[in-house]
């Protein structure tokens, strides 16, 4: 079983037991537009809630991508390095970014769900 | 509460670019086209590959009247050696000597007058600096009121000569009026992304229907000006308020090839014998960086752990699959070959200083 989650900086975070996958939200790739370009954290890495742990670009500008929730990095999405435009086509799918060992289930929890994040792009 | 400071003007396209699913921005003073639904990589390769059209309107033309040749005193091009039918890129020089603004000027077949193109920032301060400088010798008529699209690509001529006659006689940096689906136009072979095609003046309220005609063509797609700045830099083209500006002469930004041989010899334009006396401190150059991450503006450079300049121009060209940028370097590191080293975010990248363009350039030149 999976729970999806939302942040008011676009990225969605997957929990599947302890283990939370990250990615941007739909509407944040559109607004991107063509992504060509994508850094990823080491695995290993510790990152905090809120903290910079990725950088997506597209052809107009470089983005930071927080982690929604803090923990280890335990896993990345290599295939983006060759194939960015993943994150366009399947942006909470297949363009995932990294996958990390969730610390504190309530930062989980303090995160939007679908229909709260549904709610807040349409105020944008 | 959002406080507009500045109220934007929109050209004659405003409408239809709405109609188009336009990603509207401001742009030198304009709401203008960023993009279109298919997206920058898209609309980037389309027109490489066939045709784009992209709405330039906000550019600055105007008409030139006069004793012509007085346009001499604010540029380093040779405006006296134009031949009629005949368009060249100039720059309008500060009184120091530095790029005031970069231009197109042409003669029209038995015109007297010469039609001039500046850029949209400073259309109108560049119009005041000319009229005021040739003190009534000659005399700009600024016609903002007018449109001009710009057809690029392989697939222009072929489009272009179905509503158009005398345009495939045309080679690159020719310029003739004509009519354009009816309307009247002055059309160049010339533009700004490296490839073959045409830009094309005409009266603002012809504007929507030779762009709806245009458009109508299967080979032709809406370009926004996201894609427009990507092919550009590909080409090697300059970006005055980026690459250029008015801290920067011509010998710097490598643009000696637009002073004339005569203005050379006689050294007869603003600031000439500091852009003449060779060796400048720092040079524009073309920069690849290693790996797929882009170098944007402002990336500083570095050599030997010094900061040696920085980049003016970067991004992710996609025609070329890989970032490319451009930027000033201390003349000693701007040989071909010369290995940098760019600062993004914190990590060192490594670069290379390369030849421009990134893309070969397709004009259709005039066969010898």
């Not at chain 1, 990725?54 to 896993?75: D, I, L, N, R």
């Not at chain 2, 070959?337 to 893309?359: C, D, H, I, N």
């Amino acid at each position: 079983m999976s729970e999806t989650r939302y942040t008011d900086q676009h990225e969605w975070v997957r929990l599947e037991g302890d283990s939370a996958t990250v990615g941007i939200t739909k509407f944040a790739a559109e607004q991107l537009g063509d992504v060509v370009y994508v850094e990823l954290p080491a695995k290993g890495k510790a990152v905090k809630a809120g903290g910079e742990a990725a950088v997506v670009e597209s052809v107009k500008a470089a983005s930071e991508v927080y982690a929604p929730v803090g923990g280890e990095v335990t896993s990345a999405n290599e295939a983006l390095s060759t194939e960015p435009s993943k994150v366009n086509e399947d942006p909470e799918g297949a363009g995932w970014f990294f996958k990390l060992k969730l610390a504190d289930a309530g930062e989980f929890t303090n995160l939007m769900d679908a229909a709260a994040y549904a709610e807040f792009t349409k105020g944008l | 509460m959002t406080v507009s400071t500045e109220i934007l003007r929109r050209t004659p396209l405003y409408a239809l670019h709405m109609e188009l699913g336009g990603k509207m921005v401001p742009f030198a003073g304009y709401e203008m086209p960023v993009q279109y639904p298919a997206g920058i990589l898209k609309e980037h390769l389309h027109t490489r590959a066939k045709a784009g059209l992209f709405d330039v309107s906000h550019m600055g033309q105007g008409f030139l009247s006069g004793d012509v040749h007085a346009l001499e005193r604010v540029t380093s091009a040779d405006v006296a050696g134009l031949k009629a039918g005949m368009q060249r890129y100039g720059l309008l020089l500060t009184p120091q000597g530095t790029i005031k603004d970069d231009f197109m000027f042409s003669r029209l077949m038995g015109e007297a007058d010469l039609y001039l193109v500046v850029n949209a920032g400073g259309k109108e301060a560049d119009f005041a600096y000319i009229n005021e400088t040739l003190e009534g010798a000659a005399q700009v008529t600024p016609r903002f009121d007018r449109a001009l699209l710009a057809l690029q690509g392989p697939a222009s001529e072929m489009v272009l000569a179905r509503h158009a006659t005398g345009v495939a006689d045309l080679t690159f940096m020719k310029v003739t009026r004509t009519t354009v689906a009816g309307a009247p136009a002055i059309v160049s072979r010339t533009g700004y992304t490296g490839e073959d095609g045409y830009e094309i003046s005409i009266e603002g309220a012809d504007a929507e229907h030779v762009a709806r005609t245009l458009l109508a063509e299967a080979e032709v797609l809406p370009i926004g000006l996201g894609a427009r700045d990507s092919l550009r830099l590909e080409a090697g083209l300059c970006l005055y308020g980026h690459d250029i500006d008015d801290m920067i002469n011509p010998a710097e930004a490598a643009l000696l090839w637009s002073v004339g041989k005569r203005r050379k010899e006689a050294r007869d334009f603003p600031g000439a014998e500091k852009t003449m006396a060779g060796n400048p401190a720092r040079k524009l150059v073309g920069i690849r960086p290693e790996g797929r991450a882009p170098a944007r503006e402002g990336t500083e450079i570095i050599k030997d752990g010094r900061v040696i300049g920085k980049v003016t121009s970067g991004g992710f060209g996609p025609s070329v699959n890989a970032p490319v940028a451009m930027g000033y370097v201390e003349t000693m590191f701007a040989t071909l070959g010369t290995k940098l080293e760019l600062m993004v975010r914190g990590q060192v990248m490594p670069a290379t200083v390369v030849l421009m363009p990134f893309v070969p350039h397709t004009y259709k030149r005039e066969k010898k």
